[in-house]
């Protein structure tokens, strides 16, 4: 078919060209279902620590599709079996994994939409592709949800080691600058296979497994949990809960109508209509909204949002045990004698809370390492040194942000 | 001074580590006016065509200034002498050579404000800055408009080979993936020389040299004129224009405060309440806009703005010869038929124009090489074989752009 | 077959992981004569100049043999037939191409083994390998030659744009660190095509050839014919010359058999006794040589050998007009005087000679370019300002080397 | 003084240009010492597995000496005091570190010379350098043998994060192609820093600590001790064990002056005499002697040295538990049958031993975080997931290797 053979290519400065690999994934792309993502960052406000992380959800999702593509090669080379159709099948899932994702992708997850995972608003919305795409989306569907037979495939879309993580690690630490996040999918790729329908990684891959799960938590601890996009994120968080409130009790907050749609509806269930809304809501409402709030007469609105657009951050402290209720009082009555308001209020400005991570989580599933001798043996067992089972506890740590002095 | 000494870094993906060389430029930095830039994309709308490339004049600044400060070393490696005021006022002269960019960088620019070059706001906003800074700046400013009398002072903040040239060549082909427009920006500051208060290259690296003007060449032509994005870019011309037409006439055009004062004030001189409106404009007032305009009435603002949205973009034709006025006559009729709309509206939708380039541009000045014997040449007539001089001719190109067959 | 299944790979700095493509190639990749090319350097003494670049014709063959699957992938992609037999012909062809190059490849060819080109020798062992692999290397052979119907087979191998030129300009630019070398070899390759039986490449590929053809000539002067590798291969031939003259007046040379053989044997066919001892001869039998010359009692052996071993070398002078006999004899009397020797010995001291090159030669073939409009167009034509006419003129320089004060 | 005026740079594919920091510095790596280092590969022969990894101990020794100019700017930075002249003793001291290394670095160690270490060797070198330098080394000299009495001058050469090791990472990792043993440098020097005359890493680099172990314990497993490499340099060792044996017994063997030397005398203490030969012995007399020995009439000799040189390589099988001396027994029994020789013989072609690694290893000493309240912790302690206690564990492998169907 001609749209196939135009070549038709996209630049990515980390892998080179991506081919698009049939006419179906072509008009997934063309979908502003689809575009909607070039609108929405990948890191959230991870760009005001790591200026060259712009990168939107648009990119990582046609990525993911790339590396699908070379994981489809390679377990084929080794005659797993992937029919036409399932291939496919799984460049339309991969592609579509993260299309419900919301402004600033993790970062406002569960603020705008309370109650709804992003996962769940990707099936919404591949559900209703698939109407429209009469019915041809129906084999991704099954697969994204792992309700298809052929485990593995699931496994590549979903998983301990699907193309989703071997991408965003990859394009994050790329775009971030921070190369010790970076890993090689082109090995680790190589590298798996399939026994008994499970996904495995051969077990001459053990340093590179060990290798990506130290780049995880390192990425984790020193990228995605960084205290500065941390602080700056949950100011945001206390923004819109502010603006939402204050909305709620008839004040006049201007916002475009997706987002006043959701201020207006937060317990309602995520229906056709919400579905419509949410599909014309990205990371630009958003900040539009946060400069026009600027002027807003009420103070917490005036000030944070001023903070967040001129990077004027509070100040913010990371720790390993709690912080006491006494300091935060302590905190709190300052602000509210600078100010002249209420604890309530206050508390806008002095937030507290707790991030926590596991370099290597078994919730789901275990790496499988595929033993000489044809056996499964779970990661953390296989590696003869490196004790990934310690990587699997959960690390938290506490933080307090409150303002400084420049903010008085 | 203790910001010195906490080594305050930006993590670059493509220089590494950029450290921030003095306390004043660090508040430069901070200032609500430099943060603007973290708002504006570097490339306009070129990231409809290269998904990667989101990165902003924000980047783009500190990467100058980055490249600045090598330039500084080597310069004086060779015994040119560079006061440290001399420096600190290089570092902010580069660093706000861009200030007074608006939405899109160059795309938008001479639209939103008519008749006023960004290097006159920049102008503008670096006498606020110096205002605000007790004239701390006011040797840099004289240095980027020219006035200081080390003339190479200021071609390296504006010239041939000046650090904005060498930073966005370089970046803009780290981003697009475009790796033929890169160049080694290292190597050609390591050649830099100072002749009789000018800046020369060294007569080694001539081949540097041309290599520069053709990686020039090739970045024009295959990325920041690239057809989709000139298409794209050219619908949102219109878009505003039509826009403002629309307001003129009292329809009502729903747009943030700054956007709907320059509507309001298309002649007015750029006095420092236009700055003040002028700093809170930026990338996302403009798309939040077209999103909102996707639900107008007008069905010209109504279907360019959707368009644009989607991304599902006029058809561009481009070619050396001008197009015969009866062809876009055609191409109006059945816009006008289709559509049922005037003459005057159809227009918007059949869009005609010229693009053109220079490789190598003498306008300015030349680049001045230095020979052997102590004598400065031309580039054009340094280079043994490449004709440069060719490369000075004006080259121009026509494009048609209007409905396709899904657009009606 | 097995041998597939267990997916061998190389690892390149380059390109990532490169596979075999099939048993054949395998096993010729085994093969000792194919081995061979491990123990010889790609850029003879440029690691003198440039320490990276110590890679060798083995990685150059595999790193070509790699692009050229690719672009049997990309013409295939565009319904361009190429039959299994000739693909894996096309592997075998580009992987042996270069299988008749000598100790220090360019560098001391023609001086070795005089009046036989390195391809032709490699033709006679491919001729030689062919019995060996009963007959399988008769198609590889024919494209090789010319041979086959299918004149676009060899220039996939030898042309304008072959998989030869696209891998060495790319590989020395890596590894010498001159990134301005650097072409996207991935992207020529997305652009090729064939019409008429010819390669071309498609008309939006012009930027991307005349980028090519700058590299190209940026390479040449910057690297291949930097003066400092230009003396010391000199300085080796002078002395190769010497040794063999020496050794024919029957004076005890210490080398290795098949060096000797070839000293012996100056003027002989190159039949299959040569070719045997041809196969042993790699850059370890100069060098070691030249180490062991160290303390011999010739005085133009002992000193030649000693310089290019310690890297004490000779002062070179290049420039565009011939240099004066005068000059040379000279140079040659203070020689003389010096050692105490003739001006027949004086003269190994002081060499003189031209070095030139055409960026854009045209003397096999053109570059071919493919209109939109269906036509062929030499580059040179299509170019719209890049005066490649220019680029195809010969540019010569000449060069002076004499002994400068620590010789003495 | 003029040398530095000039800029000398060299070019590095890793680094970019580096620069020579003094006249000193120039002179060293002049001198017939160091620049045998250009003949002497990095990696041994793992270039047999990884067809790049071609670089030496030239290229390595000038990349430390770079990182050590970042380091001292760094620690300067943080007004740790450097004085000029220890500046350019530790320039000289990390650019001589590896002087002593024989032909092949490790893989060759205590073979040719037994019972002394490359370090020792490299103090000799570098005291017989100092006489000729006027004794401008003996600070460097102090440094390097841990005799100065700032002791974190020496753990800048030689120590837990030395530039030795932050380079030869980077370096092999780039050159091999294997980019997870990639480690970011820059960062980790940049987070260097002296606390009670200690060298330590400020608490906020622990996640690149962690990276650099494990990407240290990748390199060893997957890189330094592939079983590949393993076998040919067992191969080469008890190659030259034979030669030494039968040379010994008075059977001709060829070889350089410099190698017949160290077979001569070998138990010989390492005099000035045994220094001049060793200066003179590289990787060629090494390789040489191998391919001349190809002819050799005894069987042990000649079918090991084809092996190497064919890369015809013995079988090899790596496992956790020792290989029992049953198994042994058996393959030399098959050996001894096939060739008609002693058992003694067999065991040349019979190789059975063990290889082990630490990742973390504080036998000399820790490295040592800095915590934010001042005090140094072990990076084991401070790690607070990452078990890097169990990274210390010594790991242990065992080997044999025999040869397969096509060696008979």
């Given at each position: 078919?001609?749209?196939?053979?135009?070549?038709?290519?996209?630049?990515?400065?980390?892998?080179?060209?991506?081919?698009?690999?049939?006419?179906l994934?072509?008009?997934?792309?063309?979908?502003?279902?689809?575009?909607?993502?070039?609108?929405?960052?990948?890191?959230?406000?991870?760009?005001?620590?790591?200026?060259?992380?712009?990168?939107?959800?648009?990119?990582?999702?046609?990525?993911?599709?790339?590396?699908?593509?070379?994981?489809?090669?390679?377990?084929?080379?080794?005659?797993?079996?992937?029919?036409?159709?399932?291939?496919?099948?799984?460049?339309a899932?991969?592609?579509?994994?993260?299309?419900?994702?919301?402004?600033?992708?993790?970062?406002?997850?569960?603020?705008?939409?309370?109650?709804?995972?992003?996962?769940?608003?990707?099936?919404?919305?591949?559900?209703?592709?698939n109407?429209?795409f009469n019915d041809r989306l129906t084999?991704a569907?099954?697969?994204?949800?792992?309700?298809?037979?052929?485990?593995?495939?699931?496994?590549?879309?979903?998983?301990?080691?699907?193309?989703?993580?071997?991408?965003?690690?990859?394009?994050?630490?790329?775009?971030?600058?921070?190369?010790?996040?970076?890993?090689?999918?082109?090995?680790?790729?190589?590298?798996?296979?399939?026994?008994?329908?499970?996904?495995?990684?051969?077990?001459?891959?053990?340093?590179?497994?060990?290798?990506?799960?130290?780049?995880?938590?390192?990425?984790?601890?020193?990228?995605?949990?960084?205290?500065?996009?941390?602080?700056?994120?949950?100011?945001?968080?206390?923004?819109?809960?502010?603006?939402?409130?204050?909305?709620?009790?008839?004040?006049?907050?201007?916002?475009?109508?997706?987002?006043?749609?959701?201020?207006?509806?937060?317990?309602?269930?995520?229906?056709?209509?919400?579905?419509?809304?949410?599909?014309?809501?990205?990371?630009?409402?958003?900040?539009?909204?946060?400069?026009?709030?600027?002027?807003?007469?009420?103070?917490?609105?005036?000030?944070?949002?001023?903070?967040?657009?001129?990077?004027?951050?509070?100040?913010?402290?990371?720790?390993?045990?709690?912080?006491?209720?006494?300091?935060?009082?302590?905190?709190?009555?300052?602000?509210?004698?600078?100010?002249?308001?209420?604890?309530?209020?206050?508390?806008?400005?002095?937030?507290?809370?707790?991030?926590?991570?596991?370099?290597?989580?078994?919730?789901?599933?275990?790496?499988?390492?595929?033993?000489?001798?044809?056996?499964?043996?779970?990661?953390?067992?296989?590696?003869?040194?490196?004790?990934?089972?310690?990587?699997?506890?959960?690390?938290?740590?506490?933080?307090?942000?409150?303002?400084?002095?420049?903010?008085?």
């Amino acid at each position: 078919m001609s749209t196939r053979k135009k070549l038709t290519l996209f630049n990515d400065p980390i892998y080179g060209f991506i081919t698009i690999p049939s006419p179906l994934i072509f008009e997934l792309i063309e979908h502003s279902y689809f575009q909607r993502l070039r609108r929405i960052t990948q890191m959230g406000m991870s760009y005001i620590v790591f200026p060259g992380a712009h990168h939107t959800r648009f990119h990582h999702a046609i990525g993911c599709m790339y590396l699908m593509q070379k994981a489809v090669q390679v377990l084929r080379f080794k005659d797993i079996s992937i029919l036409p159709e399932e291939e496919e099948a799984l460049y339309a899932a991969i592609l579509l994994h993260d299309i419900g994702h919301g402004p600033f992708s993790h970062a406002l997850e569960h603020s705008i939409v309370d109650g709804v995972h992003h996962e769940d608003i990707s099936l919404l919305f591949m559900q209703e592709l698939n109407t429209n795409f009469n019915d041809r989306l129906t084999l991704a569907i099954q697969i994204f949800s792992d309700k298809y037979h052929k485990k593995f495939l699931h496994q590549l879309v979903s998983g301990q080691l699907d193309m989703d993580r071997l991408d965003y690690l990859r394009r994050d630490s790329f775009y971030t600058g921070v190369s010790e996040g970076n890993i090689n999918t082109e090995r680790l790729i190589t590298m798996l296979n399939v026994h008994e329908d499970t996904l495995v990684v051969e077990s001459k891959g053990i340093y590179s497994v060990e290798k990506f799960i130290v780049a995880r938590r390192l990425m984790y601890w020193s990228v995605y949990l960084h205290k500065t996009s941390l602080v700056a994120e949950q100011m945001l968080l206390n923004l819109l809960k502010r603006a939402k409130e204050l909305y709620l009790k008839g004040i006049e907050i201007k916002a475009s109508p997706s987002l006043l749609y959701f201020f207006d509806n937060p317990n309602k269930a995520f229906d056709g209509e919400a579905l419509k809304m949410f599909a014309r809501l990205d990371d630009y409402d958003i900040i539009q909204a946060v400069k026009l709030w600027c002027d807003h007469d009420d103070i917490v609105i005036n000030r944070l949002s001023n903070m967040i657009i001129d990077r004027s951050l509070l100040k913010i402290k990371i720790r390993e045990k709690p912080f006491k209720s006494s300091t935060l009082q302590k905190k709190r009555a300052k602000v509210m004698k600078h100010f002249g308001i209420s604890e309530e209020e206050a508390a806008y400005f002095v937030i507290n809370g707790a991030i926590s991570n596991q370099a290597y989580s078994t919730e789901k599933e275990n790496i499988n390492m595929l033993s000489k001798s044809g056996k499964l043996v779970d990661v953390a067992k296989a590696s003869d040194q490196l004790n990934i089972e310690a990587l699997s506890n959960l690390v938290s740590k506490h933080y307090l942000c409150y303002p400084k002095g420049k903010h008085y």
